[in-house]
């Protein structure tokens, strides 16, 4: 009977590695975020004169670093790996190993443990943490950096607000909350049933109650059979389940919902017919996508540079930063073409996990036994 792996049965050579997998994984991170902080510092100093100290320290650089060290988190992980491998190889200490008869299978399990261990962290922090962080960043680059504001507003809005009722307006200002040549049509199968239009309709922002809108000059046609009731007024309150948020997209506002949000969002515009959120697909599968990575990229890792060569970890460490690069470049590649429609967000951000799955098996299979 084939026995389950239990973590009680790692052994003191097992937790060398994951110690050695996961301290050089944060120590690059530190590292390579203390520079990135320092040349982010020098780059906008002149834009961030009018920030206190404690805002640029609390409000900007505590949401800029895990935001950045969670973005590069498989080139993190790659470079760890080659490493620390390329320094135990070169030692010849996985040839120690596989004199004791340890096969090459066996010594990637505390390699797979700490990928797995990043992976949740990753996953963890990018699907609930950061993009809280994100909310507070993104506020303060508007505030400071003059980077793109929520849009002010927007025409020709069309959606469906719940099943069988749609709602138009031709024009709509965020500053204000007041949309203009306002209609609401509710339908029962194909018949209409009730249609509603109002020369301007106000988010009431002010109210406890959510969806809460304000119709002005509006005109309520009911339709039943051949008979018409119609009714008019200056003003209605009513709700409307909708708010701007559903048709208004902010620069950045994907980054800064929470993975439940995200895919409560996507199916909500879906289901009201809303096209424009390419880019919430796009988040949504990233995080996934890049997360699992980490298993990829470690065994890429692992295969390259656990056999020995003859210069050092020179060699190891060009290839596995390319092959990084590469890794990054296609990814961002195949995020353009989800952007303009080319390809589903769902295999644009797999894709590259895909194609590297393949390289990652043949490494392996060619790896030192």
Request: proline share 2%; glycine share 6%; net charge positive.
């Amino acid at each position: 009977m084939k026995r389950r792996f239990d973590i009680r049965f790692l052994t003191r050579l097992d937790w060398y590695i994951i110690r050695k997998f996961l301290g050089t994984y944060f120590f690059s991170i530190a590292l390579i975020i203390t520079i990135a902080v320092v040349f982010d510092f020098n780059e906008k100093i002149d834009k961030l004169k009018d920030a206190s100290a404690a805002e640029i320290a609390f409000r900007y650089y505590l949401n800029f670093i895990p935001y950045f060290a969670n973005l590069f988190s498989p080139l993190f992980v790659f470079i760890a790996v080659i490493y620390f491998t390329s320094k135990l190889a070169e030692n010849s200490e996985i040839i120690a190993m596989f004199s004791t008869g340890m096969s090459f299978k066996r010594m990637m399990i505390p390699y797979m443990i700490s990928a797995a261990l990043i992976a949740g962290l990753t996953l963890s922090l990018g699907s609930s943490i950061i993009p809280k962080a994100n909310a507070k960043r993104i506020s303060f680059e508007t505030q400071y950096m003059n980077r793109k504001p929520r849009a002010n507003g927007t025409s020709n809005i069309q959606l469906e607000v719940e099943e069988g009722i749609i709602a138009y307006m031709d024009r709509y200002e965020d500053y204000n909350k007041v949309g203009y040549r306002f209609s609401l049509d509710r339908f029962e199968g194909k018949q209409l049933m009730s249609h509603m239009t109002a020369r301007t309709i106000t988010y009431d922002t002010l109210n406890a109650e959510r969806y809460h809108w304000i119709a002005k000059n509006y005109m309520i046609r009911d339709l039943s059979g051949d008979l018409e009731t119609i009714s008019q007024g200056t003003e209605l309150d009513t709700v409307i389940h909708f708010e701007p948020a559903d048709f208004l997209i902010t620069y950045g506002q994907e980054e800064t919902m929470t993975s439940p949000e995200l895919k409560e969002y996507i199916q909500r515009q879906k289901n009201r017919g809303f096209g424009n959120i390419q880019d919430f697909e796009i988040e949504y599968h990233k995080r996934y996508a890049m997360s699992f990575a980490s298993f990829i990229l470690t065994i890429i890792g692992v295969s390259l540079s656990s056999r020995k060569r003859k210069g050092g970890m020179g060699l190891h460490l060009g290839i596995g930063i390319g092959l990084s690069f590469a890794y990054i470049m296609f990814q961002t590649l195949a995020s353009s073409f989800a952007v303009s429609g080319v390809m589903s967000a769902f295999w644009a951000e797999w894709s590259p996990n895909i194609i590297f799955f393949f390289i990652a098996l043949f490494l392996y299979i060619k790896a030192p036994k």
